[in-house]
Each structure stands twice: as structure tokens, then as C-alpha cells.
């Protein structure tokens, strides 16, 4: 689901690896434990040493004492702000074992590198602040890393010098904890009082707590039995990227997600089903009888079967998943609230598939576990949804394999990542359902109307001249004795849209509904046009999908809002200016323009006239009207 931190030291590789993330609320003290475990484990170089005193004076919030999270706060930002914003890798290594350690931020808004760090661990180990008890970041962290599949947690009580090492005040917080904990699944939960600054607790045992009998933390990470269980999971191989450096070799290049393969073994191709056998595992260093889960191959078969990036190899009698409806747990990360059909880019892996949110099925309160009704999912909060893709996907329900059953969404525009999710099970399987083959389809059906059919999509703001432009453009086609049928947005709300509101929710799903009347008249044939406002690019980019990008016609009737409020030919900008609507586009709500339409109609410099000459004379030079 998430960027891979950097390759384990040379040195620590040959030991048991333990793999473990800090979190909680902001200023716990998650930096200043991962630093003071490095110093009192002797992990630290003399150079470092003297830069960290150096960095302290200048940075440090201890007074002249050293300040530990310098160590690991690496960012000009972080050091300046005393808060951690980028996910922090540390490793290091013992006589006992070796360890990969992500420090991530306890701020609110870097919630999404924490669930990036937490994506590769197997422990977490929960700060809370002795003073402070347990927090709604406290628990929203702990929330996450039961979803991303950690199972045992470390509680470390921090600053416990700050309350005079009180053992009651370490027990009361403790079975806070554990009563809030209780339903989350997590097999092991072990409290310990410490203190991050003075090292009580951390390397040490603490004299100053000595009503305290339990393990110190580094004696507690090196001793707990963790396997990740990796090898003995059902062999899943992502292709990456097809190996041909010559015309005599194709190979396929990826890393084993999980389980185990050997030359010769039978595999089959998930999502295809063809099935084949290895011929050979091929490395840089030379060719392998096997390979298991973290071996970066090229594995080459001994049939010659279509297969590229995205595609999964697995063995024949434990395939995974094939469907392209799922349900999914939702973290959302992106400033912009997510809305069901809304499309975005999901990655699955090395599988790149557009997909939307189809319900929200509900939200998750992470004080309380409660299950919410919601239309929408807003920064940092977390839902269960359904999900659809535009292509069946090939997966593993995330509790049986992380590694393919997470996912990101990606923001088609800004292509920044907006959300993680994880996979719970198939809706349906893709191939339980198929489409019926008709005798007659839409190109014959064009061709009994001597036309090309084609969806004219009009977009602008409320009072831009669309559907007046689009209304001449019908009866200029009609006069030709062309076929077509123009849906106008205030036309549909009384029927097929009448049970929808203007919430965001509702306005994508308004234009998800005209999508697909839109198709369906299409593929009857039919010249449609379409007058909506459809405020977001990715509303729209949904239905040219649908439609198809060949026969969709975007066109921005390109009015200013001033001019529009001007014109108010519905009296709605009256009302916004009197308070009796809200969520008005253009003024309360954002309206995202074409960047590049296909017919740019600009209403203050042509009438209505030559505006729907222009959108007729694209089509006949399409030839849409020539049949």
C-alpha cells in the first residue's frame, strides 16, 4: 500500500528482524524514546554524539541537557517546530536482534504518514503522555494499527517522571487503555512506565519506579516471539515491469509479495487463468532454485502467455481474488472530502485501475468503534465502503495478506494520494456475472438513423447559457432529421434525481445517474445531450470513461460568475444573496473548469446563435452527422 523504507543494513540482515513503529499524540515524546534508545544501546557514533550536543544547543527543548528526538527530527521543519512531519527509519541491531524502527508524527494533519509507517510494521509501541492520559489521537493511532494489522502493542507511559513515577497514576491509565482497547483485536498489550528523557524504563531497568516488575522496552522487543508468517502465505508474484533486453529472453521482474516458488513449479496467471510452469529464476548474482517472500526475480516460464505489469502469478489451487466490486476499510487523507462516484485512481500493488466509492456503507467513530451514518468521508476519518472498478481487480482480503490486499486511492488531477484502504471481501466475483450478448448493438442502431452516436456533455455555472445553447443545438439536429434527446439537470431532478439533495454526495451521484442514461441512450443510437453544471473534473472524467473518450464532446460554455449573477435566470443568485440557498456553486462551493474541452464556448463574445453553429459544425466535422 505504501512506499518500502530503505534495504536493512548488510550487517543486521542475517538476524530475526523486528519491524516496529512509534506513535500517539502530538509531543509525547515518541522521537526523544527511539534516540534515547539508540544512545543507551550504543548505537550511536561518536560524531553523532557531538553533533547532537551541537544540534541541542541550537535546537534542543531540555535545557543543556542532550535532546534525544534531534536524532531522529532530521527536517529543518520538524526541528524547528519540536514535532515530527516526515515518517523517520531507524535501524539498529543488538546481540539478540535486529530492528527497523518508524518514528511517525503525532500531529493530526500527518495522520497519513503514520498509517505509511504503520503499513510495514508488526509492533507498535503507543506513547501517552503521563500527564495527559489517554488522547483522541491516542486512540485514533490505535485504531489504525488494528486496521493495518498489527497485533501487539507496547503502551509506554511516558514522562513518568513528570507525575513522581505515581504507580497509580501509571494504573489508572493503563486500564483506561485497555477498556478502550478491549474490542480492537490486538493479541498482546503490554504496559510500561517510562521516561523517554532520563532512559527509565527504555535500555534500563528504573530504580526510581521500583513498584514496577515487568520488562524495560528494548529486554521487552528483543524477547517477543513475532513472525510475520510471509513464506508460509500463498505465493503471490506482482508483475512489475516484462524483462525483454533481447529478442531470445522474456522474463518477468518483481518481488515475491508472499510464499514461496521453484523452478519447475505449475502457476497459473490470476486474472486470465492461463497456466504455465517456472523455467527459471534469474537474479543478477545468477539463477535460483527458489525464491520466497522479499526476493526481488525475473522469473521466466516455459510458455509463451500474454502477460504484463499489473498481473499477478500465484499457484493453481490457492488463487486470489478476481472482482471488480469490494468492500474496504477507508482511511481518507486528502483535504477534499470523498463523495461516492467520484473516480479515482486505484493502485493495488503494480495494478493501476480507475474506481469510485459506491456507498458508504458507514463511518467509524475511533473513541468509540461506533458505526455512523455518513455521506461523505472528511479528512482523517475512517469508513467502511464499497468500492468499483472499471476492470476486474486481482486481490487478497487484507487480513490474509497485506502486501495485496491494500490499495491507495490516487487524485487523477494533482496525483497525490488521497487515501489508503484495505480490501474485506469480494462483493462479487467478476466472472459471476457477464454481460449478454445482443444480436443488435449500438453501431447498428446508429446505422438505422444514418448518424454516429455521441454524447454532447454541456458544463458551466448555473446562469452560463447552457441549457439555452443546448436547447438550439437540439432543434438545429432536429431540423436535420437527426435523433437525439437533450436531458436537462432541472428536468431530472423531478424524476430520476428527485429523492437527491445538493449535498456533494448527492451531486455526484446526480451525474453518476445521468451517466449512465446518458450510455444507455447512446447505445440506442441516439445524438445526446447533456445540460448539467457537473462542478468537479472528476464527475465529468467519470461519464467520458463510460461513455467512452471517443464520443464524449465536452463543452464549457465559459461565462464569468458576475455575468451570470447578472443574467439570473432562475432568480438563484437572488436567493444565495438573501441566504435561502446554500452549497451554490461558484460561490459556496467550488467549480472546477474543463483544462481542456472540446468545444470552448465563450458567452460574452458570441450570441446563443453562434455559440450553437460552433458545437454543429464540430459535429459535422466529426462526421457524426454522416452515419
Not at 521500583?210 to 510475520?228: A, T, V
Not at 516458488?261 to 497456466?275: K, L, P, Y
Not at 449535498?503 to 441512450?521: Q, Y
Not at 473548469?593 to 459544425?617: F, G, N, W, Y
Request: aromatic share 8%.
Amino acid at each position: 500500500m505504501f512506499t518500502k523504507p530503505t534495504t536493512l543494513p548488510a550487517s543486521a540482515r542475517s538476524k530475526d528482524q523486528l519491524r516496529f513503529i512509534t506513535c500517539g499524540s502530538v509531543d509525547d515524546g515518541k522521537s526523544t524514546l527511539i534516540g534515547r534508545l539508540l544512545h543507551d544501546s550504543k548505537m550511536i557514533y561518536h560524531d553523532q554524539i557531538t553533533a547532537l550536543e551541537r544540534d541541542s544547543i541550537k535546537y534542543g527543548s531540555t535545557g543543556n541537557n542532550i535532546d534525544f528526538a534531534l536524532l531522529v527530527d532530521g527536517l529543518e521543519a520538524e526541528r524547528e517546530q519540536g514535532i515530527t512531519i516526515d515518517v523517520a527509519y531507524r535501524f539498529f541491531t543488538t546481540p539478540r536482534r535486529s530492528f527497523m524502527v518508524a518514528d511517525t508524527p503525532g500531529h493530526e494533519q500527518y495522520t497519513r504518514n503514520m498509517a505509511t509507517g504503520a503499513s510495514q510494521a508488526q509492533l507498535a509501541v503507543i506513547l501517552i503522555d503521563a500527564r495527559k492520559g489517554v488522547m483522541v489521537q491516542t486512540r485514533r493511532h490505535s485504531f489504525i494499527c488494528a486496521l493495518l494489522g498489527i497485533r501487539h502493542i507496547v503502551l509506554a507511559v511516558n514522562k513518568i517522571d513528570l507525575v513522581a513515577y505515581d504507580k497509580e497514576c501509571f494504573d489508572r491509565i493503563a486500564r483506561d487503555y485497555l477498556a478502550f482497547a478491549a474490542g480492537l483485536g490486538f493479541t498482546s498489550i503490554v504496559p510500561i512506565p517510562i521516561s523517554a528523557r532520563y532512559g527509565d524504563n527504555v535500555v534500563d531497568r528504573s530504580a526510581r519506579a521500583n513498584w514496577y516488575h515487568g520488562p524495560c522496552l528494548l529486554e521487552y522487543l528483543e524477547s517477543i516471539d513475532i513472525q510475520s508468517g510471509t513464506p508460509n502465505q500463498a505465493f503471490r508474484f506482482p508483475v512489475q515491469w516484462v524483462n525483454r533486453p533481447n529478442p531470445d529472453f522474456r522474463g518477468y521482474a518483481g518481488t515475491v509479495a508472499s510464499g514461496k516458488i521453484s523452478a519447475g513449479d505449475e502457476i497459473i496467471v490470476a486474472a486470465s487463468g492461463r497456466t504455465t510452469r517456472v523455467k527459471r529464476i534469474v537474479t543478477q548474482a545468477g539463477d535460483l532454485g527458489g525464491a520466497e517472500a522479499g526476493d526481488a526475480v525475473t522469473i521466466t516460464l516455459e510458455d509463451e502467455i500474454d502477460i504484463g505489469r499489473g498481473d499477478i502469478l500465484s499457484r493453481l489451487d490457492d488463487r486470489p481474488k478476481i472482482a471488480d466490486q469490494f468492500a474496504a476499510y477507508v482511511i481518507w487523507m486528502d483535504e477534499e472530502p470523498l463523495a461516492p462516484g467520484r473516480n479515482y485512481v486505484l493502485r493495488i500493488g503494480s495494478q493501476t485501475i480507475s474506481g469510485s466509492i459506491t456507498e458508504i456503507r458507514h463511518r467509524i467513530d475511533v473513541n468509540t468503534g461506533e458505526h455512523l451514518a455518513a455521506g461523505m468521508v472528511s479528512f482523517n476519518e475512517i469508513a467502511f465502503c464499497n468500492v468499483a472498478t472499471t476492470m476486474p481487480a486481482v486481490f487478497d482480503p487484507y487480513d490474509v495478506n497485506r502486501k495485496t490486499g491494500s490499495f491507495i486511492f490516487i487524485d487523477r488531477y494533482t496525483n497525490r494520494t488521497a487515501g489508503a484502504g484495505m480490501i474485506a471481501f469480494p462483493l462479487r466475483r467478476a466472472t459471476n456475472i457477464t454481460r449478454q450478448v445482443l444480436s443488435v448493438g449500438r453501431r447498428e442502431r446508429a446505422a438505422l438513423k444514418n448518424q454516429k452516436p455521441c454524447v454532447i456533455w454541456f458544463t458551466g455555472l448555473s446562469g452560463a447559457g447552457k441549457s439555452a445553447i443546448a436547447d438550439l443545438v437540439d432543434q438545429k439536429l432536429f431540423a436535420m432529421s437527426r435523433h437525439t434527446m437533450l436531458l436537462d439537470g432541472d428536468n431530472l431532478r423531478h424524476g430520476l434525481s428527485a429523492d437527491l439533495g445538493f449535498s456533494l454526495a448527492d451531486r455526484a451521484e446526480n451525474i453518476r445517474r445521468i451517466g449512465e442514461v446518458a450510455k444507455l441512450m447512446a447505445d440506442s443510437g441516439l445524438i445526446v445531450i447533456c445540460s448539467f453544471i457537473s462542478p468537479t473534473r472528476a464527475e465529468r472524467d467519470r461519464v467520458r470513461i463510460l461513455v467512452g473518450k471517443e464520443e464524449f464532446i465536452e463543452v464549457f460554455v465559459d461565462t464569468p460568475i458576475e455575468e451570470c449573477a447578472r443574467r439570473d435566470p432562475k432568480g438563484l443568485y437572488s436567493k444565495v444573496k438573501s441566504r435561502k440557498i446554500k452549497n451554490f456553486t461558484g460561490i459556496h462551493a467550488p467549480y472546477e473548469a474543463p483544462a481542456t474541452p472540446d468545444i470552448h464556448l465563450r458567452t460574452m463574445e458570441q450570441t446563443l446563435e453562434h455559440s450553437a453553429k460552433a458545437v454543429v459544425d464540430v459535429l459535422m466535422a466529426r462526421s457524426i452527422l454522416d452515419g
